[in-house]
């Protein structure tokens, strides 16, 4: 039995190219990267890749990371600017020994001469919206959600193997060379073979203060169910983070284990994620929390379709 599970309904198309490669037996490592890689390539989705929305310089700086859960090999790239598809060279540097993390500019070196796609990234759609952030007036908070939102992918595959990886723009406006939980192995990302694995999505700063996906994939290896190892890993992040520091930011974490079972946790109202197993058609759920504890429904089809008509709506200069 296999199980791919990942962060948002934008990561639907991408799933469903996994899962006819996870059918066919294809490595899972190679099915996160196809499912990632249809999100980075998608203009609509203005927080991955292409089309990802600026830092307040107006130059588009990707995140990306990967972990094998059979040999624990991480790779990531931070900060980088023309690389088409962060996630391919992510994986490919997970094979690495050393040199395996590589920010800006060795890590376009490194794209580059392993012949990895260049791309300007910048697209006019998002040129647009980052000029009319620049015209508004008065100081717009930084938050996730609004106009951020990473992709994180877990695999299980066929023969046991398990896989975690990541891909995002960050946030919106963010200080030139803002890194956040996305490409940080622990944080944003986490895979072990004999437990299962967890990725991360929300406010890297506060992600990054708890290690939140290693610690879900550390309870599930001390026996927690991984719903439960979902839920009480974000919910005593929160607590630590609110009584220490008086507030928290946004939390949201998908994880598999590995029985091919899969969990989610939000603080949040509405986070979607995207589920497909051995047997079954993909599915986009809804999460919601109650009393400490996630919840979560297939999303309707209206929800569906608020979904796109919102990210595909034409954008104008003010």
């Not at 600026?54 to 900060?79: K, R, W, Y």
């Not at 939000?266 to 809804?286: M, R």
Request: aromatic share 8%.
């Amino acid at each position: 039995m296999w199980t791919v599970i990942a962060t948002w309904r934008m990561a639907l198309e991408g799933i469903e190219k996994a899962s006819a490669m996870l059918d066919q037996n294809i490595d899972g490592g190679e099915a996160l990267e196809a499912a990632v890689k249809e999100v980075e390539d998608n203009p609509y989705y203005k927080s991955v890749g292409y089309g990802g929305l600026p830092n307040e310089q107006g130059v588009v700086e990707l995140d990306a990371g990967f972990m094998n859960g059979s040999t624990l090999g991480v790779g990531a790239v931070c900060g980088v600017h023309r690389i088409a598809n962060p996630i391919a060279v992510a994986r490919s540097l997970s094979e690495y020994e050393t040199n395996s993390i590589l920010v800006s500019e060795g890590a376009e070196a490194y794209a580059k001469e392993h012949g990895f796609q260049q791309k300007d990234l910048l697209t006019e759609r998002a040129e647009i919206l980052y000029e009319n952030r620049m015209k508004e007036t008065g100081k717009t908070v930084l938050k996730p959600y609004n106009g951020h939102d990473t992709v994180g992918v877990c695999v299980l595959d066929i023969k046991g193997h398990i896989d975690a990886g990541t891909s995002t723009s960050g946030l919106f406006m963010k200080k030139p060379g803002r890194i956040g939980d996305s490409p940080i192995v622990g944080s944003g990302f986490y895979a072990d073979s004999a437990a299962g694995a967890a990725t991360a999505t929300g406010l890297g700063e506060d992600l990054m203060r708890g290690c939140l996906s290693y610690e879900i994939v550390r309870r599930m290896k001390q026996g927690m169910a991984v719903q439960e190892a979902c839920d009480s890993a974000l919910n005593d992040l929160e607590t630590e983070l609110i009584q220490q520091r008086g507030h928290c930011g946004d939390l949201s974490v998908v994880a598999l284990a590995k029985d091919g079972s899969f969990g989610a946790a939000t603080n949040i109202k509405d986070f979607s994620f995207t589920v497909s197993q051995s047997g079954k058609q993909p599915i986009v759920y809804v999460a919601n929390r109650a009393d400490k504890h996630t919840f979560y429904e297939p999303a309707s089809q209206q929800w569906m379709d608020d979904y796109m008509h919102e990210r595909m709506k034409p954008v104008s200069r003010l």
